[in-house]
Nanobody, 115 residues
Framework: QVQLVESGGGLVQAGGSLRLSCAASGISFSIYAMGWYRQAPGKQRELVADIISGGITNYADSVKGRFTISRDNAKNTVYLEMNSLKSEDTAVYYC?????????WGQGTQVTVSS
């Protein structure tokens, strides 16, 4: 059974930082492209950042220079370090795993940035 479990969300003031984690089980983690997506109320889910098995990363323009995605294949975990948070970063953040035609999603973790 595949599970992606996010953690690390919460309430933070604008300018602050949070670190999200997504622990995966039931998959061969190292071969999967891992991504963080977010969905704000009334908006579509959007890509925040992703990292392929070789470590190449990709970021949405809105988070470049503020967010960093990384992965630890030994721990089957992907991280999202978020700095200089803005009110517009408020959303539910989801972890996604993708490989060989398979896509899995976590349940999401709420990030709220107060101004």
């Amino acid at each position: 059974q595949v599970q992606l479990v996010e953690s690390g969300g919460g309430l933070v003031q604008a300018g602050g930082s949070l670190r999200l984690s997504c622990a995966a089980s039931g998959i061969s983690f190292s071969i999967y492209a891992m991504g963080w997506y977010r969905q704000a109320p009334g908006k579509q889910r959007e890509l925040v950042a992703d990292i392929i098995s070789g470590g190449i990363t990709n970021y949405a323009d809105s988070v470049k220079g503020r967010f960093t995605i990384s992965r630890d294949n030994a721990k089957n975990t992907v991280y999202l370090e978020m700095n200089s948070l803005k009110s517009e970063d408020t959303a539910v953040y989801y972890c996604r795993a993708r490989a060989r035609g398979y896509v899995y999603w976590g349940q999401g973790t709420q990030v709220t940035v107060s101004s």
